[in-house]
């Protein structure tokens, strides 16, 4: 009875295609959301293995044999050293773009090479 009757909520947020579909992103980080370890340890992996192949001791069929996983995947892990380096800062800080997790990243064709395409995900 006391209680009025209208409650205003405001929200500093945003809409973001997601495929088909728009999404209601807030501005705001959730309470208590932490980085994501898979992902943060995926960057870290395809930095190490950018860094190995740089030195010119092996090739990237090499690497993959000696990391045992194929060289379709390694390709697709070393992309993420060249991820923008804002992008790189969202995913260490867990503020990366909504879809953006292992599965997609490691995905032919999940994200643009241009760095500002990378920044537009957002």
Same mark, same amino acid.
């Given at each position: *009875?006391?209680?009025?009757?209208?409650? #205003?909520?405001? *929200?500093?947020a !945003?809409?973001? !295609?997601?495929? &088909?579909?728009? &999404?209601?992103?807030?501005?705001?980080?959730?309470?208590? $959301?932490?980085?994501?370890?898979?992902?943060?340890? +995926?960057?870290? /992996?395809?930095? !190490?293995?950018?860094? $190995? #192949?740089? /030195?010119?001791?092996?090739?990237?069929? $090499?690497?993959?044999? !000696? $990391?045992?996983?194929?060289?379709?995947? +390694?390709?697709?892990?070393?992309?993420?050293?060249? #991820?923008?380096?804002? #992008?790189?800062?969202?995913?260490l800080?867990?503020?990366?773009?909504h879809?953006?997790?292992?599965?997609? +990243?490691? /995905?032919?064709?999940? +994200?643009?090479?241009?760095?500002?395409?990378?920044?537009? &995900?957002?």
């Amino acid at each position: *009875e006391h209680a009025p009757a209208t409650i #205003l909520i405001e *929200e500093t947020a !945003r809409l973001t !295609r997601s495929g &088909r579909v728009m &999404r209601l992103v807030s501005a705001h980080p959730a309470d208590g $959301e932490r980085p994501h370890a898979a992902l943060i340890r +995926l960057v870290v /992996q395809a930095h !190490r293995w950018w860094k $190995e #192949l740089r /030195q010119g001791q092996l090739n990237l069929s $090499e690497l993959a044999r !000696r $990391e045992r996983i194929t060289p379709s995947y +390694l390709t697709r892990v070393l992309r993420l050293a060249f #991820l923008s380096p804002a #992008l790189t800062q969202a995913i260490l800080a867990g503020r990366q773009p909504h879809g953006i997790d292992v599965r997609s +990243l490691t /995905q032919t064709g999940a +994200l643009p090479a241009c760095w500002t395409a990378q920044g537009k &995900r957002r």
